[in-house]
Protein backbone atom coordinates (compact mmCIF):
# COMPACT_ATOMS: atom_id res chain seq x y z
CA UNK A 1 0.00 0.00 0.00
CA UNK A 2 1.57 3.49 -0.92
CA UNK A 3 0.46 6.49 0.33
CA UNK A 4 -0.69 9.13 -2.59
CA UNK A 5 -2.10 12.42 -2.50
CA UNK A 6 -6.16 12.86 -3.86
CA UNK A 7 -6.09 12.16 -7.72
CA UNK A 8 -7.48 14.30 -9.96
CA UNK A 9 -8.61 11.24 -12.68
CA UNK A 10 -9.92 7.27 -11.68
CA UNK A 11 -7.04 4.96 -11.60
CA UNK A 12 -7.12 2.13 -14.39
CA UNK A 13 -4.61 -0.43 -13.22
CA UNK A 14 -3.16 -3.42 -14.93
CA UNK A 15 -4.26 -7.52 -14.77
CA UNK A 16 -1.66 -9.15 -12.91
CA UNK A 17 -2.63 -12.58 -13.52
CA UNK A 18 -4.02 -13.88 -16.85
CA UNK A 19 -6.44 -16.71 -15.60
CA UNK A 20 -8.10 -13.91 -13.72
CA UNK A 21 -9.09 -12.42 -17.04
CA UNK A 22 -11.68 -14.99 -17.82
CA UNK A 23 -13.39 -14.72 -14.10
CA UNK A 24 -13.63 -11.11 -14.22
CA UNK A 25 -17.55 -10.54 -15.48
CA UNK A 26 -17.88 -13.21 -12.23
CA UNK A 27 -15.73 -10.64 -10.51
CA UNK A 28 -17.45 -7.43 -10.92
CA UNK A 29 -21.00 -8.93 -10.27
CA UNK A 30 -20.03 -10.22 -7.40
CA UNK A 31 -18.48 -7.28 -6.05
CA UNK A 32 -20.65 -4.12 -7.77
CA UNK A 33 -22.82 -3.33 -5.12
CA UNK A 34 -21.29 -3.33 -1.82
CA UNK A 35 -19.88 -0.42 -0.63
CA UNK A 36 -19.70 1.62 2.54
CA UNK A 37 -19.48 5.31 3.76
CA UNK A 38 -18.26 6.01 7.17
CA UNK A 39 -19.49 9.36 8.52
CA UNK A 40 -17.17 11.25 10.72
CA UNK A 41 -19.27 13.78 12.62
CA UNK A 42 -18.43 16.70 13.77
CA UNK A 43 -19.15 16.70 17.33
CA UNK A 44 -16.42 19.20 18.28
CA UNK A 45 -14.10 17.87 20.76
CA UNK A 46 -15.42 14.13 21.06
CA UNK A 47 -15.74 11.04 18.78
CA UNK A 48 -18.64 9.52 16.97
CA UNK A 49 -18.62 7.91 13.96
CA UNK A 50 -21.29 6.29 11.64
CA UNK A 51 -20.87 3.25 9.33
CA UNK A 52 -23.66 2.91 6.79
CA UNK A 53 -23.28 -0.43 4.30
CA UNK A 54 -24.74 -1.15 0.92
CA UNK A 55 -27.04 -3.03 2.68
CA UNK A 56 -28.74 -0.19 4.84
CA UNK A 57 -27.61 -1.45 8.36
CA UNK A 58 -25.96 1.31 10.38
CA UNK A 59 -23.31 1.41 12.88
CA UNK A 60 -22.66 4.12 15.29
CA UNK A 61 -19.57 4.16 17.23
CA UNK A 62 -19.36 6.58 19.95
CA UNK A 63 -21.80 9.63 20.19
CA UNK A 64 -20.08 12.53 21.11
CA UNK A 65 -20.16 14.18 24.54
CA UNK A 66 -23.77 15.44 26.28
CA UNK A 67 -26.05 16.98 24.42
CA UNK A 68 -24.34 16.06 21.23
CA UNK A 69 -26.00 13.11 20.69
CA UNK A 70 -29.72 15.48 20.30
CA UNK A 71 -27.65 18.35 18.90
CA UNK A 72 -25.37 16.72 16.29
CA UNK A 73 -26.32 13.16 15.66
CA UNK A 74 -29.97 12.88 16.13
CA UNK A 75 -30.84 15.47 12.96
CA UNK A 76 -28.07 14.06 11.15
CA UNK A 77 -29.38 10.83 11.12
CA UNK A 78 -33.09 12.13 10.22
CA UNK A 79 -31.60 13.97 6.90
CA UNK A 80 -30.38 10.53 5.86
CA UNK A 81 -33.73 9.00 6.32
CA UNK A 82 -32.41 7.10 9.40
CA UNK A 83 -34.70 5.53 11.93
CA UNK A 84 -33.40 3.38 15.03
CA UNK A 85 -29.79 2.34 14.24
CA UNK A 86 -28.66 -1.12 14.03
CA UNK A 87 -25.80 -0.94 16.26
CA UNK A 88 -23.93 1.02 18.97
CA UNK A 89 -20.56 0.54 20.13
CA UNK A 90 -18.87 2.58 23.02
CA UNK A 91 -15.21 2.74 22.39
CA UNK A 92 -15.04 3.32 26.19
CA UNK A 93 -16.69 5.14 29.24
CA UNK A 94 -15.24 8.87 28.86
CA UNK A 95 -18.20 11.54 28.35
CA UNK A 96 -16.83 12.44 25.31
CA UNK A 97 -17.13 9.25 23.95
CA UNK A 98 -20.63 8.51 25.19
CA UNK A 99 -22.34 11.34 26.30
CA UNK A 100 -24.51 11.46 22.94
CA UNK A 101 -24.84 7.58 23.07
CA UNK A 102 -28.03 7.59 25.86
CA UNK A 103 -29.83 10.58 23.16
CA UNK A 104 -29.60 8.69 20.27
CA UNK A 105 -30.91 5.07 21.82
CA UNK A 106 -34.13 7.54 23.02
CA UNK A 107 -34.46 9.11 20.16
CA UNK A 108 -34.36 6.85 17.49
CA UNK A 109 -33.60 3.43 19.21
CA UNK A 110 -31.25 0.34 18.62
CA UNK A 111 -32.52 -2.28 16.30
CA UNK A 112 -29.90 -5.06 17.36
CA UNK A 113 -27.31 -4.33 20.23
CA UNK A 114 -25.16 -2.21 21.69
CA UNK A 115 -21.96 -3.10 22.66
CA UNK A 116 -19.05 -2.00 25.26
CA UNK A 117 -16.39 -3.24 27.14
CA UNK A 118 -18.67 -4.39 29.55
CA UNK A 119 -17.19 -4.10 33.79
CA UNK A 120 -18.52 -0.65 34.74
CA UNK A 121 -17.67 3.00 35.88
CA UNK A 122 -18.72 5.62 38.18
CA UNK A 123 -20.15 8.90 36.54
CA UNK A 124 -23.20 10.30 35.99
CA UNK A 125 -22.80 10.34 32.06
CA UNK A 126 -21.83 6.39 32.71
CA UNK A 127 -24.59 5.99 35.03
CA UNK A 128 -27.53 7.44 32.11
CA UNK A 129 -25.73 5.71 29.54
CA UNK A 130 -25.79 1.92 31.00
CA UNK A 131 -29.56 2.26 32.43
CA UNK A 132 -30.81 3.80 28.85
CA UNK A 133 -28.95 1.07 26.56
CA UNK A 134 -29.79 -1.69 29.44
CA UNK A 135 -32.15 -3.58 27.02
CA UNK A 136 -29.58 -4.09 24.36
CA UNK A 137 -26.65 -3.92 25.96
CA UNK A 138 -23.85 -6.78 25.51
CA UNK A 139 -20.08 -6.80 26.45
CA UNK A 140 -17.81 -7.01 23.40
CA UNK A 141 -15.20 -9.91 22.45
CA UNK A 142 -12.01 -9.97 21.38
CA UNK A 143 -12.66 -11.16 17.50
CA UNK A 144 -16.35 -10.86 17.65
CA UNK A 145 -17.39 -9.74 13.87
CA UNK A 146 -20.54 -7.55 13.29
CA UNK A 147 -22.13 -8.13 10.19
CA UNK A 148 -23.86 -4.69 8.28
CA UNK A 149 -24.58 -6.81 4.82
CA UNK A 150 -22.93 -7.05 1.76
CA UNK A 151 -19.68 -8.04 3.14
CA UNK A 152 -19.25 -5.04 5.17
CA UNK A 153 -18.04 -6.26 8.65
CA UNK A 154 -16.32 -4.10 11.57
CA UNK A 155 -14.53 -6.50 13.82
CA UNK A 156 -13.26 -6.37 17.47
CA UNK A 157 -9.11 -5.43 17.48
CA UNK A 158 -8.93 -5.34 21.25
CA UNK A 159 -10.90 -4.37 24.11
CA UNK A 160 -9.46 -4.30 28.59
CA UNK A 161 -6.23 -3.66 26.70
CA UNK A 162 -5.75 -6.45 24.32
CA UNK A 163 -4.08 -8.63 26.96
CA UNK A 164 -1.51 -6.11 28.19
CA UNK A 165 -3.75 -5.25 31.49
CA UNK A 166 -5.54 -7.53 33.75
CA UNK A 167 -8.85 -7.54 35.80
CA UNK A 168 -10.06 -5.54 37.65
CA UNK A 169 -9.56 -2.95 34.42
CA UNK A 170 -10.00 -0.46 37.12
CA UNK A 171 -7.10 2.23 35.82
CA UNK A 172 -7.10 4.44 33.24
CA UNK A 173 -9.98 4.40 30.79
CA UNK A 174 -8.45 5.14 27.89
CA UNK A 175 -6.47 2.04 28.39
CA UNK A 176 -9.57 -0.33 27.45
CA UNK A 177 -10.98 1.10 24.37
CA UNK A 178 -12.72 -0.94 21.94
CA UNK A 179 -10.59 -1.24 18.91
CA UNK A 180 -13.01 -1.83 15.44
CA UNK A 181 -11.84 -2.11 12.33
CA UNK A 182 -14.25 -1.89 9.32
CA UNK A 183 -13.37 -3.74 5.95
CA UNK A 184 -15.49 -3.56 2.47
CA UNK A 185 -13.85 -5.42 -0.25
CA UNK A 186 -10.09 -4.10 0.11
CA UNK A 187 -10.67 -0.88 2.59
CA UNK A 188 -9.73 -0.37 5.87
CA UNK A 189 -11.41 1.72 8.11
CA UNK A 190 -10.23 2.11 11.98
CA UNK A 191 -11.33 3.69 15.37
CA UNK A 192 -10.32 3.02 18.76
CA UNK A 193 -11.50 6.13 20.69
CA UNK A 194 -8.79 6.92 23.40
CA UNK A 195 -6.15 3.87 23.09
CA UNK A 196 -3.22 4.63 24.71
CA UNK A 197 0.49 4.00 23.05
CA UNK A 198 2.45 5.73 25.70
CA UNK A 199 3.67 4.00 29.29
CA UNK A 200 3.80 6.65 31.96
CA UNK A 201 2.26 6.98 35.29
CA UNK A 202 -1.18 7.79 33.74
CA UNK A 203 -1.41 4.99 30.81
CA UNK A 204 0.21 1.94 29.11
CA UNK A 205 1.00 1.74 25.69
CA UNK A 206 -1.62 -0.83 23.71
CA UNK A 207 -0.95 0.45 20.81
CA UNK A 208 1.97 -1.37 19.81
CA UNK A 209 0.10 -4.73 20.62
CA UNK A 210 -2.90 -3.42 18.24
CA UNK A 211 -1.09 -2.44 15.67
CA UNK A 212 0.82 -5.26 13.99
CA UNK A 213 -2.84 -7.32 14.10
CA UNK A 214 -4.21 -4.66 12.35
CA UNK A 215 -1.55 -4.33 9.48
CA UNK A 216 -1.80 -1.63 6.28
CA UNK A 217 -4.78 0.71 6.70
CA UNK A 218 -6.44 2.92 4.17
CA UNK A 219 -7.87 5.61 6.70
CA UNK A 220 -7.08 5.78 10.55
CA UNK A 221 -9.34 7.57 12.77
CA UNK A 222 -6.85 8.61 15.20
CA UNK A 223 -6.82 7.92 18.63
CA UNK A 224 -7.24 10.50 21.58
CA UNK A 225 -8.16 13.59 19.28
CA UNK A 226 -4.35 13.61 18.49
CA UNK A 227 -2.76 13.52 21.70
CA UNK A 228 0.93 13.07 22.24
CA UNK A 229 -0.20 10.14 23.90
CA UNK A 230 -1.13 7.97 20.93
CA UNK A 231 -0.57 7.23 17.48
CA UNK A 232 2.97 5.90 18.38
CA UNK A 233 5.59 5.16 16.12
CA UNK A 234 5.13 1.53 16.83
CA UNK A 235 1.61 1.59 15.86
CA UNK A 236 2.08 3.95 12.37
CA UNK A 237 4.78 1.60 11.12
CA UNK A 238 2.45 -1.18 11.63
CA UNK A 239 -0.16 0.20 9.98
CA UNK A 240 1.09 3.27 7.50
CA UNK A 241 -2.02 4.65 6.83
CA UNK A 242 -2.91 6.91 3.65
CA UNK A 243 -5.26 9.32 5.69
CA UNK A 244 -5.90 10.14 9.03
CA UNK A 245 -8.65 11.37 10.51
CA UNK A 246 -8.60 13.17 13.84
CA UNK A 247 -11.98 14.42 15.45
CA UNK A 248 -11.22 17.77 17.60
CA UNK A 249 -12.60 20.78 18.75
CA UNK A 250 -12.09 23.64 20.55
CA UNK A 251 -10.05 22.57 24.18
CA UNK A 252 -7.69 23.19 26.78
CA UNK A 253 -5.86 19.67 26.09
CA UNK A 254 -3.77 21.40 23.24
CA UNK A 255 -5.02 18.66 20.76
CA UNK A 256 -3.91 17.66 18.81
CA UNK A 257 -0.29 17.76 19.62
CA UNK A 258 2.09 18.98 17.23
CA UNK A 259 4.53 15.90 17.47
CA UNK A 260 1.25 13.63 16.71
CA UNK A 261 0.70 15.26 13.76
CA UNK A 262 4.35 15.04 12.51
CA UNK A 263 4.48 11.57 13.59
CA UNK A 264 1.75 10.90 11.15
CA UNK A 265 2.95 13.06 8.19
CA UNK A 266 6.09 11.50 8.80
CA UNK A 267 4.53 7.76 7.93
CA UNK A 268 3.20 8.73 4.87
CA UNK A 269 -1.00 9.63 6.05
CA UNK A 270 -2.47 13.06 4.77
CA UNK A 271 -4.40 14.31 7.89
CA UNK A 272 -8.07 15.39 7.91
CA UNK A 273 -9.51 17.70 11.11
CA UNK A 274 -13.19 17.65 11.85
CA UNK A 275 -11.88 21.53 13.34
CA UNK A 276 -8.83 23.44 14.07
CA UNK A 277 -8.47 22.04 17.31
CA UNK A 278 -6.40 23.98 19.80
CA UNK A 279 -2.87 22.54 19.13
CA UNK A 280 -0.45 21.38 16.29
CA UNK A 281 -1.05 22.37 12.35
CA UNK A 282 0.45 21.34 9.19
CA UNK A 283 1.09 23.05 5.87
CA UNK A 284 -2.11 22.57 3.49
CA UNK A 285 0.36 20.25 1.48
CA UNK A 286 -0.05 17.42 4.25
CA UNK A 287 -3.89 18.64 6.21
CA UNK A 288 -7.37 19.63 5.40
CA UNK A 289 -9.62 21.21 7.95
CA UNK A 290 -12.98 20.99 7.18
CA UNK A 291 -14.54 22.55 9.73
CA UNK A 292 -17.32 19.72 9.53
CA UNK A 293 -18.35 16.29 8.85
CA UNK A 294 -16.44 13.96 7.24
CA UNK A 295 -17.27 11.31 4.65
CA UNK A 296 -15.39 8.75 3.42
CA UNK A 297 -16.78 6.22 0.89
CA UNK A 298 -15.92 3.54 -1.40
CA UNK A 299 -17.12 -0.12 -3.18
CA UNK A 300 -13.79 -1.51 -1.41
CA UNK A 301 -11.77 -1.45 -4.46
CA UNK A 302 -8.88 0.95 -6.27
CA UNK A 303 -10.14 3.99 -5.13
CA UNK A 304 -12.00 5.64 -2.08
CA UNK A 305 -13.19 9.25 -1.62
CA UNK A 306 -12.62 11.51 1.89
CA UNK A 307 -15.44 14.71 1.59
CA UNK A 308 -14.88 14.20 -2.88
CA UNK A 309 -11.15 13.82 -2.67
CA UNK A 310 -10.08 10.53 -4.84
CA UNK A 311 -7.52 8.50 -3.44
CA UNK A 312 -5.86 5.17 -4.46
CA UNK A 313 -5.22 2.04 -2.66
CA UNK A 314 -2.31 1.54 -4.53
CA UNK A 315 0.36 2.92 -6.57
CA UNK A 316 -1.45 4.34 -9.18
CA UNK A 317 -0.73 2.77 -12.42
CA UNK A 318 -2.10 3.94 -16.35
CA UNK A 319 -1.60 0.69 -18.39
CA UNK A 320 -5.10 0.22 -19.97
CA UNK A 321 -6.33 -2.95 -19.10
CA UNK A 322 -8.48 -3.49 -15.90
CA UNK A 323 -6.78 -5.28 -12.96
CA UNK A 324 -9.11 -8.17 -10.73
CA UNK A 325 -8.43 -7.46 -6.97
CA UNK A 326 -5.89 -9.99 -5.75
CA UNK A 327 -8.51 -12.08 -3.40
CA UNK A 328 -12.31 -12.24 -4.37
CA UNK A 329 -15.02 -13.75 -2.05
CA UNK A 330 -17.55 -14.92 -4.21
CA UNK A 331 -20.03 -16.03 -1.02
CA UNK A 332 -21.01 -19.72 -0.20
CA UNK A 333 -23.88 -21.86 -1.97
CA UNK A 334 -26.44 -23.01 -1.44
CA UNK A 335 -27.34 -20.43 1.21
CA UNK A 336 -29.67 -21.08 2.80
CA UNK A 337 -28.30 -24.63 3.38
CA UNK A 338 -28.48 -27.84 4.69
CA UNK A 339 -26.45 -29.96 5.53
CA UNK A 340 -23.37 -28.20 3.60
CA UNK A 341 -22.27 -25.00 2.19
CA UNK A 342 -19.73 -24.16 0.02
CA UNK A 343 -17.48 -20.82 0.37
CA UNK A 344 -15.60 -19.84 -3.07
CA UNK A 345 -13.00 -17.71 -3.22
CA UNK A 346 -9.86 -16.46 -5.58
CA UNK A 347 -6.46 -16.02 -4.56
CA UNK A 348 -3.78 -15.00 -6.69
CA UNK A 349 -0.97 -16.45 -4.96
CA UNK A 350 -0.58 -19.58 -2.86
CA UNK A 351 -0.24 -19.51 0.81
CA UNK A 352 -1.34 -20.01 4.68
CA UNK A 353 -5.04 -18.92 5.07
CA UNK A 354 -7.89 -19.69 7.73
CA UNK A 355 -11.69 -20.07 8.19
CA UNK A 356 -13.40 -19.01 11.34
CA UNK A 357 -16.88 -19.04 11.59
CA UNK A 358 -19.03 -17.29 14.46
CA UNK A 359 -22.69 -17.23 15.64
CA UNK A 360 -24.70 -13.97 15.83
CA UNK A 361 -23.03 -13.84 19.75
CA UNK A 362 -19.54 -13.21 18.43
CA UNK A 363 -18.78 -16.84 19.66
CA UNK A 364 -16.92 -18.83 17.58
CA UNK A 365 -18.21 -22.48 16.69
CA UNK A 366 -15.79 -23.12 13.93
CA UNK A 367 -11.60 -22.70 13.32
CA UNK A 368 -9.84 -24.44 10.00
CA UNK A 369 -6.13 -23.67 9.02
CA UNK A 370 -5.09 -24.60 5.26
CA UNK A 371 -2.96 -23.68 2.32
CA UNK A 372 -5.02 -21.74 -0.10
CA UNK A 373 -3.94 -22.64 -3.77
CA UNK A 374 -3.73 -20.09 -6.38
CA UNK A 375 -6.94 -20.07 -8.51
CA UNK A 376 -10.55 -20.50 -7.98
CA UNK A 377 -11.18 -22.79 -4.93
CA UNK A 378 -13.91 -23.79 -2.45
CA UNK A 379 -13.77 -24.48 0.97
CA UNK A 380 -17.36 -26.86 2.54
CA UNK A 381 -18.86 -26.16 5.78
CA UNK A 382 -21.08 -29.34 7.43
CA UNK A 383 -22.91 -27.28 9.78
CA UNK A 384 -20.33 -28.50 12.83
CA UNK A 385 -17.85 -27.12 15.46
CA UNK A 386 -14.27 -27.45 15.00
CA UNK A 387 -14.89 -30.52 17.49
CA UNK A 388 -17.57 -32.06 14.86
CA UNK A 389 -20.65 -31.93 17.06
CA UNK A 390 -23.65 -30.13 14.63
CA UNK A 391 -25.01 -26.71 15.41
CA UNK A 392 -28.39 -25.43 15.87
CA UNK A 393 -30.65 -23.50 12.98
CA UNK A 394 -29.25 -19.82 12.75
CA UNK A 395 -27.70 -17.17 11.34
CA UNK A 396 -23.73 -17.57 11.10
CA UNK A 397 -20.76 -15.19 9.85
CA UNK A 398 -17.86 -16.46 8.49
CA UNK A 399 -14.14 -15.02 8.28
CA UNK A 400 -11.67 -15.79 5.54
CA UNK A 401 -8.07 -15.15 5.81
CA UNK A 402 -5.82 -15.30 2.81
CA UNK A 403 -2.12 -14.21 2.20
CA UNK A 404 -4.03 -12.27 -0.65
CA UNK A 405 -7.12 -10.16 1.38
CA UNK A 406 -9.47 -11.12 3.58
CA UNK A 407 -13.59 -11.51 3.34
CA UNK A 408 -16.33 -11.73 5.35
CA UNK A 409 -19.97 -13.48 4.14
CA UNK A 410 -23.32 -14.44 6.45
CA UNK A 411 -24.82 -17.64 5.69
CA UNK A 412 -27.99 -19.53 7.43
CA UNK A 413 -28.16 -23.13 8.35
CA UNK A 414 -31.92 -24.41 7.96
CA UNK A 415 -32.54 -27.70 9.45
Same mark, same amino acid.
Given at each position: ??????? @???????????????????????????????????????????????????????? !??? &??????????????????? @?????????????????????????????????????????????????????????? #???????????????????????????? %????????????????? $?? #?????????????????? +???? %?????????????? +???????? $??????? %?????????????????????????? &??????????????????????????????? @???????????????? %???????????????? !?????????????? $????? +?????????????????????????????????????????????????????? @????????????
Amino acid at each position: MTSVRPL @DSPRIPRLRTAWLLGLFPLLLAATAMASVTIHCLDVGQGDATLVISSSGRTLLFDG !GDN &GKGLGTIVPYLASLGIGPV @DYMVASHYHADHIGGLDEVYQARGVNEAVYDRGWSYTTATYSSYAATVAPKRHTITDG #QVIDLGDGVTATCYAVNGNGVLSPPFDD %EENDYCVTLLVECGDFD $FV #QAGDLSGINNSTYRDIES +SVGP %ELGDLEVYQVNHHG +SYTSSNAN $FLNATRP %EVAIISVGNNSYGHPHQQTLDRLVAY &GAYVYQTEPGSGGTLPAADLTVVNGHIVIST @DGYGEYTVNGDVWSMD %EPDLSPVPEAPAFTLL !GNHPNPFNPATSIT $FATVR +SGPASLTIYDLTGRRVFDREFVAVAGLQALTWRGTTTAGDPVPSGIYLYRLVTC @DGTGSGRMTLVK
